[in-house]
């Protein structure tokens, strides 16, 4: 990682504004963040430059071509942009996604070259060498041409900067290729150093009709020698006799107009002097070209590389001071702050600068007065993430809800997995409800909370055959249960999230005085009884006359293997997911021994799955019967510092749009919020000394949270919670709420 050591007047002040007593030497927050970590094992991350919840990202793009080993996005099921173990670069990406488990995005590849001109990228990729990445900026030294390679980014808007050696350089901007399944893009030239285009992206998760258009505008920063297009073309029987492009990647170097096609491209070539640097300045809109345009103008006009390059730095170093933690090892201190540049990727801005954006499932194109959203993995993200948004940028968790109850204004339904206002339906349940209620329950009420009801009922109440979000409505309504109709219909996953959405709406409900409702989603909420079976001990699919289903192997979806009633995970990783009753649960399985048997064998036989969200909360479970809080404060550290590593495998596996990262965040602090839409947190053992939260005065009457962990002298590894400490005032138990927790100032561990 660089240290860098040079700032701009108002950085430098940032700088000393913020450095905490902590802080080994200069060192900031952003300084422990490594972009690396979660860029192998399937952590799908990537190292590229971007601004917290950016629409841009420019990422090193390296997954395109089975060139000396590498792996290519299409010959696998392949979701990210970037593999650390990769070494065949072909482009920088333009706006990306961080952490998904489909394949979208990863477009509008710039390329430098040297040398003669090539538009095949098998044959202009290159390996490449001295790798840096830190939040805001991305290098590398492409080995075939010498070239260095430099990245940064504004908001929507990138700056590329390319060190030449002397001769011929080359330019390339590929727009056939990329990681969206999707295709076809327009192009053409606004002047010798200007062009504009648009292309088609879409198809996340292989839905077909969930497609939207990017539109750019590209400029460099000295005109070229020559300039032209490329396409390729369709293959030729009897005409190729006579026409020598057939099937090849033909060069436009006479025609100007603008060009289309599923394999287009453009091209500049320059004579270069030894270490002289071109810079390319990119914008983006998902609205119109004119709006990338002013996009480009307002975020960089007047503005160095360097000076960009610093303003995302600070940017960064100012969110992710909003935490700032004492003790620990070096090592935990990567893992927590690199935890927090990642969950602060996605949700992401989605209008321009002027304020407009592409309406929900629209041709419309409207208006925000504060910021639209975009990016809402939440059957991920509702677990934990905007919790965490809550308690660190509640204007923010604002927006987002505005946003989500804005969708509804617009398309008729909150969103499930939204991508660039296109639902994409991706995954289970209904999982904008437990968000939207959380956050009112924690205080955070500025929305239209009638019409957020309004939605929240429809999708409740409507038949299957009308409802988007819960298309098996009709037997979860009448059966109490989703019956298993078919192999992979995903049942029990199914209704489990449904018993959480409206566990969360009868509470919403009851505050909002409509106590009828309160009662029958409440009452459905208690029909995950209906698939606990005695003879396994888990949860069993159901057929539609009550029977169970057979043949039954809990253990059977492990590894993401297909697997009747259970979606991603096997009856293991969802027997305990009923967050919302858990004594509940305990009861239906014998009792309170039986129980936290039953859930401790989870762990000691391995059928954790540190890897995906189900059963992420499992841990703090153990704390909801007095006695047995310290299997939570042992197992929580020990799983911290056995998944989540400072290395580029250090995610144990997709980080869901921030959702593991943010487990990771909220665990090391000490505490968690492990039923989504109940606005209170499960306590365990805190992994640093000291975390100073700074809380935002416009919300919360506190300016901060000071989380004190007062050790015994005995190891890390045998500290446990003898007594907590709220506000001064000593706490029973290990639950505390969202509203006690923010007001008081304090939280004190006492550990023995």
Same mark, same amino acid.
């Given at each position: 990682?660089?240290?860098?050591?040079?700032?701009?007047?108002?950085?430098?002040?940032?700088?000393?504004?913020?450095?905490?007593?902590?802080?080994?030497?200069?060192?900031?927050?952003?300084?422990?963040?490594?972009?690396?970590?979660?860029?192998?094992?399937?952590?799908?991350?990537?190292?590229?430059?971007?601004?917290?919840?950016?629409?841009?990202?420019?990422?090193?793009?390296?997954?395109?071509?089975?060139?000396?080993?590498?792996?290519?996005?299409?010959?696998?099921?392949?979701?990210?942009?970037?593999?650390?173990?990769?070494?065949?670069?072909?482009?920088?990406?333009?706006?990306?996604?961080?952490?998904?488990?489909?394949?979208?995005?990863?477009?509008?590849?710039?390329?430098?070259?040297?040398?003669?001109?090539?538009?095949?990228?098998?044959?202009?990729?290159?390996?490449?060498?001295?790798?840096?990445?830190?939040?805001?900026?991305?290098?590398?030294?492409?080995?075939?041409?010498?070239?260095?390679?430099?990245?940064?980014?504004?908001?929507?808007?990138?700056?590329?900067?390319?060190?030449? &050696? +002397?001769?011929?350089?080359? %330019?390339?901007?590929? !727009?056939? *290729? /990329?990681? @969206?399944? $999707?295709?076809?893009?327009?192009?053409?030239?606004?002047?010798?150093?200007?062009?504009?285009?648009?292309?088609?992206?879409?198809?996340?998760?292989?839905?077909?009709?969930?497609?939207?258009?990017?539109?750019?505008?590209?400029?460099?920063?000295?005109?070229?020698?020559?300039?032209?297009?490329?396409?390729?073309?369709?293959?030729?029987?009897?005409?190729?006799?006579?026409?020598?492009?057939?099937?090849?990647?033909?060069?436009?170097?006479?025609?100007?107009?603008?060009?289309?096609?599923?394999?287009?491209?453009?091209?500049?070539?320059?004579?270069?002097?030894?270490?002289?640097?071109?810079?390319?300045?990119?914008?983006?809109?998902?609205?119109?070209?004119?709006?990338?345009?002013?996009?480009?103008?307002?975020?960089?006009?007047?503005?160095?590389?360097?000076?960009?390059?610093?303003?995302?730095? &600070? +940017?960064?170093?100012?969110? %992710?001071?909003?935490? !700032?933690? *004492? /003790?620990? @090892?070096? $090592?935990?201190?990567?893992?927590?702050?690199?935890?927090?540049?990642?969950?602060?990727?996605?949700?992401?801005?989605?209008?321009?600068?002027?304020?407009?954006?592409?309406?929900?499932?629209?041709?419309?194109?409207?208006?925000?007065?504060?910021?639209?959203?975009?990016?809402?993995?939440?059957?991920?993200?509702?677990?934990?993430?905007?919790?965490?948004?809550?308690?660190?940028?509640?204007?923010?968790?604002?927006?987002?809800?505005?946003?989500?109850?804005?969708?509804?204004?617009?398309?008729?339904?909150?969103?499930?997995?939204?991508?660039?206002?296109?639902?994409?339906?991706?995954?289970?349940?209904?999982?904008?409800?437990?968000?939207?209620?959380?956050?009112?329950?924690?205080?955070?009420?500025?929305?239209?909370?009638?019409?957020?009801?309004?939605?929240?009922?429809?999708?409740?109440?409507?038949?299957?055959?009308?409802?988007?979000?819960?298309?098996?409505?009709?037997?979860?309504?009448?059966?109490?249960?989703?019956?298993?109709?078919?192999?992979?219909?995903?049942?029990?996953?199914?209704?489990?999230?449904?018993?959480?959405?409206?566990?969360?709406?009868?509470?919403?409900?009851?505050?909002?005085?409509?106590?009828?409702?309160?009662?029958?989603?409440?009452?459905?909420?208690?029909?995950?009884?209906?698939?606990?079976?005695?003879?396994?001990?888990?949860?069993?699919?159901?057929?539609?006359?009550?029977?169970?289903?057979?043949?039954?192997?809990?253990?059977?979806?492990?590894?993401?293997?297909?697997?009747?009633?259970?979606?991603?995970?096997?009856?293991?990783?969802?027997?305990?997911?009923?967050?919302?009753?858990?004594?509940?649960?305990?009861?239906?399985?014998?009792?309170?021994?039986?129980?936290?048997?039953?859930?401790?064998?989870?762990?000691?036989?391995?059928?954790?799955?540190?890897?995906?969200?189900?059963?992420?909360?499992?841990?703090?479970?153990?704390?909801?019967?007095?006695?047995?809080?310290?299997?939570?404060?042992?197992?929580?550290?020990?799983?911290?510092?056995?998944?989540?590593?400072?290395?580029?495998?250090?995610?144990?596996?997709?980080?869901?749009?921030?959702?593991?990262?943010?487990?990771?965040?909220?665990?090391?602090?000490?505490?968690?919020?492990?039923?989504?839409?109940?606005?209170?947190?499960?306590?365990?053992?805190?992994?640093?000394?000291?975390?100073?939260?700074?809380?935002?005065?416009?919300?919360?009457?506190?300016?901060?949270?000071?989380?004190?962990?007062?050790?015994?002298?005995?190891?890390?590894?045998?500290?446990?919670?003898?007594?907590?400490?709220?506000?001064?005032?000593?706490?029973?138990?290990?639950?505390?709420?969202?509203?006690?927790?923010?007001?008081?100032?304090?939280?004190?561990?006492?550990?023995?």
């Amino acid at each position: 990682m660089k240290n860098l050591k040079t700032y701009s007047l108002c950085a430098a002040f940032a700088v000393c504004a913020l450095t905490p007593a902590w802080a080994d030497g200069n060192r900031e927050p952003v300084d422990y963040v490594n972009p690396f970590v979660g860029t192998t094992n399937y952590g799908t991350t990537n190292p590229g430059a971007l601004c917290p919840q950016g629409m841009m990202s420019v990422v090193p793009f390296n997954v395109m071509g089975s060139v000396n080993g590498n792996r290519d996005k299409d010959s696998r099921w392949w979701s990210t942009p970037y593999e650390h173990t990769n070494n065949f670069f072909t482009g920088y990406a333009h706006v990306n996604l961080s952490g998904v488990g489909c394949p979208e995005l990863g477009s509008l590849l710039l390329m430098p070259t040297s040398g003669k001109l090539e538009v095949d990228f098998l044959k202009y990729g290159s390996s490449y060498k001295d790798e840096e990445a830190t939040p805001g900026y991305y290098a590398n030294v492409l080995d075939k041409y010498g070239i260095r390679t430099e990245v940064t980014a504004t908001p929507r808007t990138a700056r590329e900067r390319f060190t030449f &050696k +002397a001769g011929q350089g080359n %330019l390339l901007l590929n !727009l056939g *290729e /990329g990681l @969206t399944n $999707e295709s076809g893009a327009t192009v053409r030239f606004v002047s010798e150093t200007e062009i504009e285009g648009s292309k088609l992206l879409g198809t996340f998760c292989y839905n077909p009709q969930a497609v939207f258009p990017i539109y750019f505008v590209m400029r460099v920063n000295k005109a070229p020698k020559t300039s032209g297009y490329w396409k390729q073309m369709r293959p030729m029987t009897v005409e190729a006799a006579w026409d020598s492009t057939a099937g090849t990647k033909k060069l436009y170097t006479q025609y100007r107009k603008e060009i289309s096609g599923d394999d287009i491209g453009v091209w500049f070539t320059y004579d270069m002097s030894e270490g002289e640097q071109l810079e390319v300045s990119l914008g983006v809109s998902f609205v119109s070209i004119e709006n990338a345009r002013e996009n480009l103008d307002r975020e960089q006009s007047g503005l160095s590389f360097e000076q960009i390059r610093q303003n995302a730095r &600070k +940017a960064w170093n100012d969110d %992710l001071s909003r935490i !700032l933690v *004492e /003790g620990g @090892t070096e $090592e935990q201190k990567h893992v927590f702050y690199t935890a927090l540049y990642h969950v602060l990727i996605h949700p992401n801005v989605l209008n321009d600068v002027n304020g407009q954006y592409p309406a929900m499932e629209s041709e419309k194109i409207l208006s925000t007065q504060g910021k639209r959203y975009t990016v809402f993995s939440l059957w991920d993200t509702y677990r934990n993430v905007h919790q965490l948004m809550t308690l660190l940028f509640p204007d923010r968790q604002l927006d987002m809800v505005r946003t989500m109850v804005d969708m509804y204004r617009e398309h008729g339904w909150l969103p499930k997995w939204e991508l660039y206002g296109r639902e994409t339906l991706t995954m289970e349940g209904d999982p904008a409800i437990p968000v939207i209620v959380d956050t009112w329950f924690k205080g955070l009420r500025d929305f239209d909370v009638e019409t957020a009801y309004e939605a929240m009922y429809k999708s409740a109440t409507l038949p299957g055959a009308e409802n988007l979000m819960r298309p098996d409505a009709d037997d979860y309504y009448s059966l109490g249960y989703v019956p298993i109709r078919a192999k992979n219909d995903n049942s029990v996953s199914h209704a489990l999230e449904y018993y959480i959405a409206d566990y969360a709406l009868s509470r919403f409900a009851d505050a909002l005085g409509k106590k009828d409702d309160a009662k029958l989603f409440y009452n459905r909420s208690l029909g995950y009884k209906n698939y606990y079976c005695k003879d396994f001990g888990t949860f069993r699919p159901k057929l539609p006359d009550g029977t169970f289903y057979s043949p039954f192997d809990p253990m059977q979806g492990a590894n993401f293997e297909e697997n009747p009633g259970f979606h991603e995970g096997n009856a293991w990783n969802y027997t305990f997911y009923v967050p919302h009753d858990v004594k509940g649960l305990a009861r239906l399985m014998g009792g309170r021994k039986a129980f936290i048997n039953k859930l401790q064998s989870v762990f000691d036989e391995g059928r954790y799955d540190p890897a995906n969200e189900p059963d992420i909360a499992y841990p703090y479970l153990f704390s909801y019967f007095p006695g047995e809080e310290w299997r939570t404060q042992k197992l929580v550290p020990q799983l911290v510092n056995t998944y989540f590593k400072n290395t580029p495998g250090g995610i144990p596996g997709n980080d869901d749009t921030g959702t593991m990262s943010a487990w990771a965040i909220f665990s090391m602090m000490g505490f968690y919020p492990d039923c989504p839409g109940v606005p209170e947190y499960t306590l365990t053992t805190p992994m640093f000394d000291k975390v100073v939260i700074k809380l935002d005065p416009r919300y919360y009457q506190e300016k901060e949270l000071v989380i004190t962990a007062h050790k015994s002298g005995q190891t890390d590894e045998t500290n446990r919670i003898g007594e907590v400490k709220l506000g001064g005032q000593k706490h029973k138990g290990v639950r505390v709420t969202h509203n006690e927790l923010v007001h008081a100032g304090t939280l004190d561990f006492y550990l023995k």
